[in-house]
């Protein structure tokens, strides 16, 4: 399946941002520029990040006023900031002193770092003393790994999906009859499938790592439509006919039993980054209008 180029981050200080204070959970109001899962994002917030970055050249203003692309790419870095937050919590891991001494030390070589006003300095200093600590969140158990995927694929930051790509809905819809009256999915994929080798592959979407890819590769690099549909899909169920630029897709989510090792392999290497990207694919985001809307198939804010 056809992928699209990743693209660079836009600015260190944009990157950065994601540390900003949160205002503490509540019901959402005019005041509030987003949600995550129940914890609120202040419009004072998002608005002194925008302020601060713009004194410090990260943002260059049109007719003095702040480009929406760049407002949505600062809030989506608080955004996840809050996700990887959550995740912390959720896993008992903190941020250290020496996690934030280790940050500090290192950004202050950074030849702009004196010219950023304190505020922002803390925000950089935050967001990094959390990657540091994120990086100590351990794999969940087996046991919880199943729970979690059975109960939503996509909480634990990876997909492990199988699809029949064909090139008009109704050859879809024949498909997954078929496959609702016991067929075999490697089979019919090899009779129906336009897609090179699916015959071998068995509609198999992998990886270097297995049976399994990254959230995170699905949002950046696959068509979007697709992903929405296998975001949307359960564990064992054909999922369709859905539509992309490719053609009609019949998707599934594979059992855990057949991908569990490809994914304790890939949750292995990079634990609580997947778990923040299942975060923000899993829980309630929200977006104040005027800023559009979390699209979770790209994991960015879009127009409404």
Same mark, same amino acid.
């Given at each position: ?94 941020? &250290? !002193?020496? +996690?934030?001494? =280790?940050?500090? #030390?290192?950004? $202050? ?5 004196? @010219?950023? *006003? ?89 990886? &270097? !790592?297995? +049976?399994?890819? =990254?959230?995170? #590769?699905?949002? $950046? ?5 697709? @992903?929405? *549909? ?75």
């Amino acid at each position: 399946m056809s992928r699209t180029s990743r693209k660079p981050v836009r600015s260190l200080a944009i990157a950065c941002v994601a540390m900003i204070s949160l205002a503490s959970c509540g019901g959402s109001s005019k005041n509030d520029a987003a949600s995550v899962d129940g914890s609120v994002i202040a419009k004072k917030t998002l608005e002194t990040a925008l302020s601060q970055l713009s004194d410090a050249g990260q943002i260059e203003l049109t007719d003095g006023v702040v480009p929406m692309d760049a407002v949505r790419s600062v809030l989506a870095a608080i955004i996840r900031g809050e996700a990887t937050k959550l995740v912390l919590t959720e896993n008992n891991v903190t941020v &250290t !002193d020496a +996690d934030t001494k =280790a940050v500090i #030390d290192q950004i $202050s070589k950074d030849a702009g770092y004196d @010219t950023l *006003g304190q505020e922002l300095k803390d925000l950089i200093i935050g967001l990094n003393s959390r990657d540091l600590a994120l990086t100590r969140v351990k794999a969940p158990s087996e046991a919880d790994l199943e729970k979690m995927y059975n109960t939503a694929p996509a909480s634990v930051g990876v997909m492990c999906a199988q699809h029949i790509l064909v090139k008009d809905e109704a050859t879809a819809t024949e498909v997954i009859q078929k496959l609702n009256d016991g067929g075999d999915f490697k089979k019919l994929a090899g009779e129906y499938s336009t897609e090179p080798n699916a015959a071998t592959t068995g509609g198999i979407l992998g990886s &270097t !790592d297995g +049976d399994c890819i =990254a959230l995170s #590769d699905y949002q $950046s690099q696959f068509d979007s439509a697709f @992903t929405t *549909g296998a975001l949307t899909a359960k564990v064992g169920v054909p999922t369709g006919p859905v539509k992309s630029s490719f053609g009609y897709h019949v998707i599934m989510i594979r059992p855990f039993a057949d991908i569990k090792a490809s994914l304790a392999l890939m949750m292995s290497k990079s634990p609580g980054m997947l778990l923040m990207s299942g975060v923000l694919a899993t829980r309630d985001v929200t977006i104040a209008s005027e800023y559009g809307r979390w699209d979770t198939a790209t994991g960015k804010i879009t127009d409404l």
